[in-house]
């Protein structure tokens, strides 16, 4: 009986969890095996955690294993305190019945005893730490030498396989994070470069409406289950803390937060009392939560305010508009630029990852590759650099909205005036025209800039712009934005990107169903979309599908032309008799 | 009381339709005006014919006005002609209660009473024709300007607004299609072509069960409502004349077909057993039927076949493998190859254009671009000159799957290759790991491949692979192409295409929701999704949607932030004094 019904658990179809065993260090690193009929098994990524693996004990009031936990305490370098004690504050001044529950499990927060105990500061020293080695094992899929290098890579470093080494000197040149708070214990490593598979964030919130706290990690579960790699937790509103506490203890992936909206709760929703105490005990609280990585709009500079003001769609980040409300307000600098180097001190403390926020970014098509934007990017620029210089890893959020002949130069800009720091866009949403469809006008950039050079993508939703996304749209946007992140790997040539495009095309062309279905990013969708045609388990064999019918099937007519060819003289001879000779067919009997 | 309840009539939210008057020819160009709640009116593309004007009368045993017939009558070109005699073979041999019935009005067919009735013909004598100035005016969508102009357009030569003579030259020289059967007089004329608005194409057709003709009207009633440009009807099986017959009849939109497919049909299925003969009846039925345009899998050649012997996926479209048997089969060019010239001869009479069909395109990522492909497009270019010299116009197919960095290779060979005639994809799908999800994958490529250059994209629906697409297959397929040629049109600079997606972002930043709504390519998806967290109306005109709430939405915000602002001194001032003094900004007392 599961402890959790509401919790999605369970195996995808034809799959088994597989764990891959470090050499340097005590890990096992999982991925997911893919079961075919027709030839070997498929392995691939596997962002799901414990909750696809059948021997796993769910019980998310236990929380997930602390996979990382002897790795931490190894190090030696960070210690137990008692945290910062909880106010009312914290949950929005909910009480009684109305409250979430704590989570069953408090542990007192690790916090660096001195320095920084952030991966960059790691790699810096030239120690390949056990987050870098499974990250390492992880990218190659099971992979043993590259499959397919048939791409454009914008310049990328891409190499045939990942090794340990490789990954610490990627984090060490900022060119890649492993968004890893001490705090989170549970985490199943995951990195964010250039030269690693592109990655994809789902974002999940309690709505106004109180949520359970089930319901939120199911959120989460169900995101991951489909392929997100991280997930941002946007909620607002009443239970924030406790809520957010039972996401990340039963989180593989890395959490990330946008602390500013939970600052903004704290004063009652006016953003000009907001002050950097308030913010900075935010900070604390959620990296003591665990929590791998906050946006941080710290870009918003007081002079760039005005540059917004003839744009069609004004400021449309929140935390952009929440930090320029103040600012002209106090008439003054914001307290995130002012205050940079003392946020950087937390963040090393506890190695939680700047994602430094797109305040600024465009609204629409219209308002793309302004002045406001670009300026922004280059003040993101400037603070990455006072970031590093602090050992605190970092990535650039990015826009938005922008036509396709734009994104080029987003990228082309954001790697000049970052200097490599990875690139993490929202789509973007390449036409305005499409209200409901907003996750196919954000594939579409979404593909392209992660071709470009893009490390993550966040994710879309049907929704967007409309309403709150639910169970079904959570799933739309995920599949979408895994779509969309492995064609940019096909494009840039990842080694192993294209052998899931070609296990599933054999698998088409073999007319193995089953495997069709299992190699899919949905296999569910694609056999119900099968089956409303054709139900019977007979016509998983069959040598045709409904959209032709056997007399029109290509495919099967593919098949008789070798027969008859091989028949005849054999189709492989005869395709090198013409490349040898170059003439036209050759007949049988010539 | 509609006569036709199964047919969807009635105008689009919001929408009117708009009838504007040539000035050289007595024509009545439709477009749709979009109503606007806090500005002027939007007037936008419309394909939707008559069936969208609450004005018509519809019925469709009647089938829709002949808008043509006095175009047709005028040029003295063509006259009426006692057409080939229907067999019980058109039809799939069914009769009795099976047989769909006959269309209630036969005309008689028109043919060419000596050579070319071709735009092509016409646009080389220096005639602009009726068609010529409607799709001139069609294309303008109402603007008497360019709007913008902000693109990379990759050498295409489009104009700030499209004048008859403008086509006529497009059209003489290849470069652009009006796709017109003399027999299909009910046609609203359109333009295929680079220096065009990019247009789509929805495939319908009827499945072995058979079809009422009502249910396959409504088809392409229900495509051409959401913006299919073009329909192509894929039937097999039983009474495909008639349906074909009650299709064009009722259609305002050019209708291809694959006359192939019924060819197969009139031999069983047999493909050894099809001759020219069979083929050559096939052509003349279509085109006294009224068929726009054919496509015509001539490039498929006995040499290239065993090229096709190493891929993954063999031969995937339909004609191509029907023909690729019959070549290996009689050990002979094809006759569709070896008759290209008189076939040419039946294109001229009736002005059927060429679809140069792409037999070898490729089917899976890993066959993309490669030999067969090339060299079939190669034969593709060498047809396109026989057919221009015999004054036929001409567009030819493209793949297919192929991955992003080998986007543009295509469209530069085909340009290349093919003398710049349009170029018409299917897709292409960008990665083959989402059953389910084609739409989009293969949306990422058809928007790329249309900012690159070419003219029409076929559209692939969720079932794509898997079945036959239901009628919520066909919308979500149509409005995902309709946004991708958008987005097209937007990166290649069109002067008009961001009217629309300003006018959206502006009601979306001022809180107009019904506006929002209507002016997007899916009103009643939007509108949907929005109430369902927020259904009152009141909430209309709300400030704030259900994703961040009254205290997070940005849009509020900025409104604030401009309020305050201008309060202060007025924001555009200093945006002014930022940009002359480039200094930090200028205190109100300052």
Redesign the interface.
């Known amino acids: 009986m599961k402890p959790n019904p509401q919790i999605t658990t369970g195996p995808m179809p034809a799959s088994s969890k597989l764990y891959v065993p470090g050499s340097l260090h005590d890990i096992r690193v999982p991925m997911r095996r893919i079961a075919l009929t027709g030839e070997g098994p498929l392995t691939v990524y596997d962002s799901s955690g414990p909750y696809t693996d059948p021997a796993a004990q769910i019980d998310i009031r236990g929380g997930l294993p602390a996979v990382r936990g002897a790795w931490l305490t190894g190090r030696g370098d960070a210690e137990p305190y008692l945290g910062r004690p909880l106010t009312a504050a914290d949950n929005g001044f909910v009480d009684g019945k109305r409250l979430t529950p704590a989570f069953p499990h408090q542990r007192d927060p690790l916090r660096a005893t001195k320095g920084a105990v952030t991966q960059l500061a790691y790699a810096r020293a030239g120690i390949i730490t056990p987050e870098m080695e499974y990250v390492a094992i992880r990218e190659n899929e099971g992979r043993t030498a590259a499959y397919t290098r048939d791409?454009?890579d914008f310049g990328a470093s891409i190499p045939d396989l990942v090794t340990p080494e490789f990954v610490r000197s990627e984090i060490a040149r900022g060119r890649a994070v492993i968004p890893a708070n001490i705090n989170h214990p549970e985490l199943e490593p995951m990195i964010i470069g250039r030269n690693f598979l592109v990655k994809i964030n789902a974002n999940i919130g309690n709505?106004?409406v109180t949520s359970s706290m089930e319901e939120e990690v199911d959120k989460m579960v169900w995101a991951i289950r489909w392929g997100a790699d991280t997930v941002m937790d946007l909620s607002?509103?009443r239970n924030i803390h406790n809520i957010r506490d039972w996401i990340i203890r039963n989180a593989p992936v890395p959490i990330g937060t946008v602390p500013l909206?939970q600052a903004?709760e704290k004063v009652g929703?006016i953003?000009e009392d907001l002050t950097w105490e308030i913010y900075r005990d935010t900070l604390i609280e959620q990296a003591e939560q665990g929590v791998d990585y906050f946006t941080i709009h710290a870009g918003v500079r007081?002079?760039m305010?005005?540059?917004?003001?003839?744009r069609?769609?004004?400021?449309?980040?929140?935390g952009?508009?929440?930090m320029?409300?103040w600012c002209?307000?106090h008439?003054r600098e914001s307290f995130l630029y002012d205050r940079f180097d003392e946020i950087c001190e937390i963040m090393r403390a506890y190695d939680v990852t700047f994602s430094l926020g797109d305040g600024l970014r465009p609204?629409?098509?219209?308002d793309a590759n302004d002045q406001a934007q670009f300026a922004e990017l280059e003040t993101l620029g400037e603070l990455t650099k006072r970031a590093w210089a602090r050992d605190c890893q970092v990535f650039i959020e990015g826009p938005g909205h922008v036509?396709?002949?734009k994104l080029k130069a987003n990228m082309d800009k954001q790697l000049e005036h970052c200097h490599e720091a990875p690139f993490y866009t929202l789509g973007p949403l390449?036409?305005?025209?499409?209200?409901?469809?907003d996750?196919?006008?954000s594939?579409?950039g979404a593909?392209?800039i992660g071709?470009f050079g893009t490390a993550m993508l966040c994710y879309v939703t049907?929704?967007?712009?409309?309403?709150?996304p639910?169970r079904d749209d959570v799933k739309t946007g995920v599949?979408?934005y895994?779509?969309?992140a492995?064609?940019?790997d096909?494009?840039?040539?990842h080694p192993g990107a294209?052998m899931?495009?070609?296990a599933?095309?054999?698998a088409?062309?073999d007319f193995r169903w089953q495997d069709?279905?299992n190699?899919?990013?949905?296999p569910d969708?694609?056999r119900e979309?099968?089956d409303?045609?054709?139900p019977a388990d007979a016509h998983k064999v069959a040598h045709f599908?409904?959209?032709?019918?056997p007399?029109?099937?290509?495919?099967k007519?593919?098949?008789?032309?070798?027969a008859?060819?091989e028949k005849q003289q054999g189709?492989?001879r005869?395709?090198d008799?013409?490349r040898e000779k170059g003439?036209?067919?050759v007949?049988a009997d010539g």
């Open positions: 791409g454009e709505s106004a607002t509103g909206y903004l929703g953003a007081l002079h305010i005005p540059m917004t003001a003839r069609v769609t004004g400021i449309v980040s929140r952009g508009s929440i320029a409300k002209l307000h008439h609204g629409s098509i219209a036509p396709m002949h390449t036409t305005d025209i499409a209200p409901g469809y996750h196919i006008t594939a579409i593909a392209m071709w049907p929704k967007e712009h409309l309403g709150l639910d599949i979408t895994k779509l969309a492995h064609a940019a096909l494009a840039k040539g294209q899931r495009d070609d599933l095309s054999r088409r062309f069709q279905f190699l899919g990013l949905d969708t694609a979309m099968h409303e045609t054709m599908c409904s959209m032709c019918g007399k029109f099937c290509s495919m007519i593919s098949h008789d032309i070798r008859t060819a189709m492989e005869m395709a008799l013409f003439q036209l067919y007949p």
